[in-house]
C-alpha cells in the first residue's frame, strides 16, 4: 500500500528543500572510512536524493526499494558504478527483506501504521543496528505531509519504544526544514 502524502513533487524543487551533506555530517553517515555502516536498507528511493551520496558514504550495499517504478529508474540512472540495489516493493506490506546496518526512514513516518514500519525496519537490522530517521518539521514548511499526520519527534521516540528500538539521540536539527533521529537496536 502506498503510503499517504507520498507523492513527490518536480525532482529540482525537492531537491532545494534539503541540505544534503549537512544531513549526512549531523546523522554520522559521512565519515568516510570509518566504517560506521556497511549495508543500508532504505523505504523509499525517490528521485535518489539521499541513495546516491549514501551509497558513496558506506563500505556495503545500499538497498533502496520504491513502489513506484518511475522513482526507481530515476535512482537507477544517478546510481549507476555505485552498490546500490533497486527493487520494487512495498514496504508496508512485505517489511525489507535484507539484514542490514542501518534503515533509514526518511521523509515517511508519516504513514498509517508508523508502528508496524519502525517494527519492519528493527526486523531488519544486524545486532547494534540503527534506524536514521528525517522528517518535516512541524510547522510552516514548502512542502510535506498536512500538519494532523506530521509526527513530531516525541511522537517517534514513543512508537519506536513500542517497536523494540531505543531511541538513541534527542531531535537533530536539520536546518532548513527537517528534524533526524537515530534509533538503536540493543540486540
Ligand atoms: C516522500 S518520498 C521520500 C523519498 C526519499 N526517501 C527522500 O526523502 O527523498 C516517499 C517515497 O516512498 C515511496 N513509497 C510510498 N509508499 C511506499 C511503500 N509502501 N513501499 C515502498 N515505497 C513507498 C514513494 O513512491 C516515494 O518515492
Redesign the pocket.
Known amino acids: ?3 499517504r ?4 513533487p518536480e525532482e529540482e524543487f ?1 531537491e532545494s528543500l ?1 541540505d544534503v551533506p549537512l544531513i549526512l555530517d549531523r546523522l554520522g553517515i559521512n565519515h568516510l572510512g570509518t566504517g560506521r555502516f556497511h549495508d543500508v536498507a ?10 546516491v551520496p549514501i551509497a558513496q558514504a558506506i563500505t556495503g550495499k545500499l538497498y533502496t ?4 517504478p518511475a ?1 526507481l529508474v530515476r535512482t537507477r540512472e544517478r546510481g549507476q558504478g555505485l552498490s546500490i540495489e533497486c527493487q520494487e ?5 512485505h517489511g525489507f527483506g535484507v539484514e542490514v546496518d542501518a534503515v ?5 513516518l508519516h ?1 498509517e501504521s508508523p508502528v508496524d514500519l519502525l517494527r519492519h525496519a528493527a526486523g531488519a537490522l544486524r545486532p547494534g543496528g540503527e534506524v536514521l530517521i ?1 522528517h518535516w518539521q512541524h510547522g510552516e514548511t514548502p512542502r510535506g505531509p498536512s500538519l494532523d499526520i506530521r509526527p513530531r519527534p516525541k511522537q517517534i521516540a514513543e512508537w519506536a519504544t513500542v517497536a523494540g528500538l531505543a531511541t538513541a539521540s534527542e531531535p537533530i536539527d536539520l536546518p532548513p526544514w527537517h528534524y533526524g533521529m537515530v534509533c538503536k537496536h540493543e540486540g
Open positions: 500500500m502506498r503510503v502524502d507520498s507523492g513527490m525537492w534539503f532504505e523505504l523509499g528511493c525517490g528521485y535518489g536524493t539521499f541513495t526499494f520504491d513502489i513506484d522513482m516493493r512495498d514496504v508496508v506490506q533509514l526512514l526518511f521523509n515517511i504513514c528525517i
